[in-house]
């Protein structure tokens, strides 16, 4: 088996403020992916990654970057945050055939 | 377009009543069809999958889902549900060409005692 690490658990951050948020995986999966989840409105993907070194925009990624430097880990920023913003970000790694998530970033903006 | 939907965003049973999670999607071929559990401040986890053949699929803690094509449904359901199936509950179906989780809006599942 395999786990899907993500840090920081929690992040508070300040309206405009740039926030990093940080995936590690040792399934040795070729694909990741970050997932918005806010209340109500079930999964929505940002980013994706099929191999190191590659981005591919989701449905959300206007508001975010990301980074795939290594094959274990996958990395969101949020650009600038909006106040008042309460979301869950969750990744993901997966086979050719199911998708392994994290426990989540759960942010807050002040 | 490819969607999910999951039409009852609460859903209330007592302890040991059966379980029905209403999931309905739209694609233009068969999908591969997953339900996922959520458990409180936890990830996803996966309950079961379909991908082809036997449209009733069993999974973990005694859940089933029954594919139809023909109502283009994927309903989770459970006999005899127990107080720790408190959880939110999401139907996802997978893009064939990238791969990516379509998911829908979630059923928040409490038991009564």
């Known amino acids: 088996g395999g786990i899907i690490t993500q840090t920081p658990k929690f992040l508070i951050g300040q309206e405009g403020q740039k926030l990093t948020l940080k995936c590690q995986q040792n399934f040795n999966h070729d694909t990741m992916y970050w997932y918005r989840q806010d209340s109500g409105k079930g999964l929505r993907l940002i980013y994706y990654?099929?191999?190191?070194?590659?981005?591919q925009k989701g449905d959300l990624s206007e508001g975010y970057d990301a980074s795939r430097e290594k094959k274990s880990s996958f990395s969101l920023t949020v650009t600038s945050a909006q106040k008042n913003e309460m979301a869950v970000f969750l990744c993901a790694s997966s086979d050719r055939a199911e998708q392994y998530f994290g426990p989540g970033t759960r942010l807050t903006v002040l | 377009a490819q969607s999910v939907t999951q039409p009852d965003a609460r859903v209330t049973v007592s302890e040991g009543a059966s379980l029905q999670l209403r999931c309905k999607y739209s694609?233009?071929?068969?999908?591969?069809l997953f339900w996922y559990v959520q458990y409180p401040r936890q990830g996803l986890q996966l309950l079961l999958k379909y991908y082809s053949g036997d449209p009733v699929v069993q999974g973990v803690n005694s859940f089933e889902a029954e594919f139809s094509k023909s109502n283009s449904s994927f309903h989770l359901q459970k006999a005899s549900v127990h107080w720790s199936d408190s959880a939110v509950y999401f139907c996802?179906?997978?893009?064939?060409?990238?791969?990516?989780?379509?998911f829908g809006q979630g059923t928040k599942l409490s038991i009564k005692p």
């Open positions: 996802a179906l997978r893009d064939y060409n990238q791969g990516k989780l379509i």
């Open positions: 990654s099929i191999t190191e070194n590659d981005l």
């Open positions: 694609y233009s071929a068969t999908p591969y």
